[in-house]
């Protein structure tokens, strides 16, 4: 195994639209930075293949009362926002959108502020249509101009820390077999969603996700072991789209949910809108359940009746929010969506929740910095809080003296002899087997259904589970290396989805409590906390405050 | 399974291979036809296709993923 090291102000973890943001913002503050992809950052992340909404506030677009936006920001499918957050997501949207517009990516819909979808009628929309499908290349020759060193093929695999400041991280190659330490004065996670964790509803396919199966919650597990503060792990949520082709971007559709006789299942739309789509979608979260229950299922996304305009619109949208693959599917098979409805879908459950981050991008650890899907932020959240954060660790970065740390510490020892062990066992799980037996366990005992007794005796069984795959799990090469590792991190969150779990002894959202059927009042401006402390997994509730 | 490599067309470029975050295409050798590693990893980005200047990759979407319509 092959060992290097590199040095930065600024470590980007993912290089994301998060991080590379973040580097960009670092990079011109004066920061030396770095940026560690898994992939290559060029084509990496949620929003490699192109996105068409940010959720922002421009005054002279949306009226000079920025409070109706605080408020939309405070809350998202089911979770809490810090009230701080939100409000310097608004105040700050404007000059990330402009920014971006300047740098090449298009901002505007024919020279105007457009706002579409994610709201309803009468609603305040907050959701700008734009021209997505560029942004990856535009930010990443943003962040070269400036500096930035992009270190391609490369995951995180843990931090490093002396005493209780974080000093670094461990690289894996995911082609060669090599282990780079990169000393850092801050760390900047960006590392997005978690997808893997749970079994995708389309049989025999575990990359069939409507974000990239390779954002497998890192970011998360490595914040969590490093003793980082996560937050909302337990709330379960659910996306919908195409039926069995996972994609993100249900707004982009411009057509009427309806069930099988051609009824609207909705109260807001009967023809195609372009201003809201079908806000049905969003505002009925057991709507695939109800209707198969009463019988007058499927439920169809109806295009048909719009108009010539329209579905240009819809089409210029999809290929920016990175539906080309799926609009070339429809043309070779000849499937017009002016001529047919197609059935939409429930896809499988995801935890929204993840490191808990200020307004300030700080996490609860000094020299940590967490943005964009490390937290349910979506693109905007990106964009805005990599920028922030990116600022303020270069800020750290300058008042911080260089650490000690040198390439044979001991935990760089301890996860070379790990990888090592994965690499070298004669027999034992790959890393499918192991991600289908924490896929079941998730669906099976921490699903949107959920009990007292079925929790423990799922968080039982995972322990077992994880137990195992620290001493079976095998790789014949890099590839599946990085995909064990993956699987690791995966089960430390699903772990923490049991323990958060547990502790809420009520129904809320998707949360299905059989045991606690009542939404307790007293929890409704709560959050639920989690983090290690001396080895041992902590909850704790806390109020947000005004 | 996806992607679909025509190798008439292709001129072993490898911009595919190394545009790849899934690493579909792991350990091909370079100056040779893209090799399909980890077909069931693909995430239908459509990245690769659009990458190849010879327009030679198409992803053929699984029969377990085609839509289903009136």
Not at chain 1, 121 to 142: A, F, I, M, T
Not at chain 1, 473 to 496: I, K, M, P, S, Y
Not at chain 1, 509 to 520: A, E, H, Q, S, W
Not at chain 2, 21 to 43: H, L, M, Q, R, S
């Given at each position: ?34 940026v560690?992809?898994?992939g ?30 605080i ?21 700050t ?9 300047r ?43 400036r ?11 843990d ?11 461990i ?49 998360r ?12 792990l337990d ?24 069930d099988?006789?051609?009824?609207p299942l ?12 079908d ?52 043309s ?24 808990n ?22 693109i ?13 660790a ?19 020892e ?18 499918k ?23 423990n ?12 795959a620290h ?23 699903g ?29 409704d401006?709560?959050?639920l ?18 | ?7 008439g067309?292709?001129?072993?470029c ?19 036809f ?10 239908y ?5 659009n ?20």
């Amino acid at each position: 195994m092959n060992q290097s090291m590199y040095e930065a102000d600024v470590l980007c973890v993912g290089g994301g639209i998060a991080g590379l943001m973040a580097a960009i913002r670092a990079a011109e503050s004066g920061a030396k930075v770095i940026v560690a992809e898994k992939g290559n950052a060029l084509a990496s992340g949620a929003g490699r293949a192109g996105n068409d909404h940010f959720q922002c506030y421009i005054p002279e677009a949306q009226g000079p009362d920025i409070k109706p936006f605080i408020q939309k920001l405070s809350s998202f499918r089911g979770q809490l926002r810090d009230k701080k957050v939100a409000q310097v997501w608004a105040e700050t949207s404007s000059e990330i959108v402009k920014l971006w517009d300047r740098w090449g990516i298009p901002m505007k819909y024919n020279g105007q502020w457009e706002f579409a979808g994610h709201g309803f009628p009468g609603d305040k929309l907050d959701h700008l249509k734009y021209s997505g499908k560029n942004q990856k290349p535009v930010l990443h020759r943003e962040a070269q101009k400036r500096g930035v060193q992009i270190v391609n093929w490369v995951m995180i695999v843990d931090l490093l820390k002396e005493g209780d400041t974080i000093v670094g991280a461990i690289g894996l190659g995911t082609r060669d077999d090599k282990v780079t330490v990169f000393k850092a004065k801050t760390v900047i996670l960006g590392t997005g969603f978690v997808t893997r964790l749970y079994p995708s509803p389309i049989n025999g396919r575990i990359a069939n996700v409507n974000f990239p199966p390779t954002v497998t919650g890192d970011g998360r597990a490595m914040a969590f072991r490093a003793g980082a503060e996560l937050v909302g792990l337990d709330m379960p949520y659910k996306h919908q789209g195409p039926k069995y082709f996972a994609r993100s971007g249900q707004a982009t559709w411009v057509g009427v949910i309806k069930d099988a006789e051609g009824k609207p299942l909705g109260p807001f739309i009967t023809k195609p809108n372009r201003r809201y789509g079908d806000p049905v979608l969003e505002k009925y979260p057991t709507l695939f359940e109800d209707v198969a229950a009463s019988g007058k299922g499927p439920v169809y996304m109806d295009c048909t009746d719009i108009s010539p305009e329209d579905y240009e619109y819809m089409v210029y949208f999809m290929e920016h929010e990175g539906y080309t693959s799926f609009l070339n599917y429809m043309s070779e098979e000849g499937i017009d969506l002016r001529k047919t409805p197609v059935e939409f879908g429930r896809y499988e459950i995801r935890i929204n929740g993840g490191i808990n981050t200020n307004e300030k991008a700080e996490t609860s650890l000094k020299g940590l910095y967490a943005a964009g899907d490390e937290l349910f932020g979506g693109i905007a959240n990106a964009a805005i809080f990599g920028w922030i954060a990116g600022e303020n660790a270069a800020k750290f970065a300058a008042e911080k003296k260089t650490s000690s740390l040198d390439k044979s510490h001991a935990f760089v020892e301890e996860k070379k002899a790990l990888i090592h062990a994965i690499k070298t066992r004669e027999g034992g799980a790959d890393w499918k087997e192991a991600n289908f037996a924490l896929q079941q366990l998730m669906q099976d005992y921490a699903g949107s259904i959920r009990s007292e007794s079925m929790l423990n005796a799922g968080l039982t069984h995972l322990r077992r589970l994880k137990e195992k795959a620290h001493h079976f799990l095998v790789a014949r090469n890099q590839w599946e290396l990085v995909r064990c590792l993956e699987v690791l991190n995966l089960l430390d969150l699903g772990e923490l989805v049991f323990v958060t779990a547990l502790e809420r002894k009520e129904t809320r959202g998707g949360n299905v409590r059989r045991d606690y059927p009542v939404t307790n009042p007293m929890l409704d401006k709560s959050r639920l906390f989690v983090r290690k402390v001396n080895d041992k997994i902590v909850t704790e509730w806390i109020e947000i405050k005004d | 399974m996806p992607p679909v490599i025509d190798k008439g067309k292709c001129k072993k470029c490898s911009k595919c291979v190394d545009i790849c975050t899934e690493d579909v295409y792991f350990d091909t050798p370079k100056g040779n036809f893209p090799v399909i590693t980890y077909p069931e990893a693909c995430w239908y980005c459509n990245c690769c296709v659009n990458e190849c200047p010879e327009g030679a990759i198409r992803l053929r979407i699984p029969l377990n993923m085609t839509l289903v319509y009136k």
